[in-house]
Every structure is written in structure tokens, then in C-alpha cells.
């Protein structure tokens, strides 16, 4: 019973790419301690900045038309594009980027000059 328990549990280690580190705690004891190693699970954020759902706008027309998407570049190299109606919920993240490409929102105001 043990023994399937323990081969469970090595199998399920596996799987999730675990390692078991033996280590001495506080009082002499020895203790299995599994420690995931997971890399490269997270996926990517995809850019969600843009003030209504892409699509819900003029046919024919995308965020890199419009009045309010804007290039931001800050303290580095990179520049980012965002959309200025979405500006209090700018994070350093690309989180609330867009693309430029997207079909445009129903906020898309045509630019002027
Ligand atoms: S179409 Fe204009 S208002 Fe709508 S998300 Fe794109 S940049 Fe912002």
C-alpha cells in the first residue's frame, strides 16, 4: 500500500516536473520537500487595451487610423502603442497595449492631420 502510494506520488513528480530535495529541518528530522520546476508554462499576455471590443466600428477601418492610438515610449528603447481613451488604465505591462492592426471600436474618431 505504501509502496503504490509512494510510486504515485513519483509518477505525479514526474509529470509536473517536480524534484524532491531531502532536506534537515529544525529539529534533526529529515523531510522530502517537492519543489516544482515548472518554466515556460505562463503564456504570453496578449495586448487588451482598447476601449471597447475590436470590430464594433466603421468597416474598413483599424486602431492605426484613428484619433486616439498613440506611440509611448518611456525610459526605454521600445515604443508602445496604446489607446489615449484607455489612459487611466495604462499599466507598464503589455497587458493594456493594442494593435495598431485591429479592426477599429466603436470610439474610433477619425484623425485629424
Ligand atoms: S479604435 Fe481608436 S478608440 Fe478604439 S481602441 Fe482603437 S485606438 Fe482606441
Redesign the pocket.
Known amino acids: 500500500m505504501i509502496e503504490a502510494a509512494q510510486r504515485i506520488l513519483r509518477v505525479t513528480a514526474m509529470e509536473f516536473d517536480m524534484e524532491r530535495r531531502e532536506v534537515i529541518d529544525l529539529f534533526g528530522e529529515t523531510v522530502v520537500l517537492e519543489i516544482s520546476e515548472a518554466k515556460g508554462v505562463r503564456k504570453p499576455t496578449r495586448p487588451n487595451g ?3 471590443p ?1 470590430g464594433t ?1 466603421p468597416a474598413g477601418e483599424t ?1 492605426k487610423s ?1 484619433e ?2 498613440v506611440r509611448v515610449s518611456g525610459n526605454t528603447a521600445n515604443t508602445y502603442r496604446k ?1 489615449a ?1 484607455m489612459r487611466a488604465n495604462w499599466t507598464g505591462g503589455p497587458g493594456s497595449d ?1 494593435l495598431f492592426r ?1 479592426p ?2 466603436r ?2 474618431e477619425k484623425e485629424h492631420g
Open positions: 482598447y476601449a471597447a475590436p466600428g486602431c484613428c486616439h492610438a489607446c481613451l493594442i485591429s477599429a471600436c470610439h474610433w
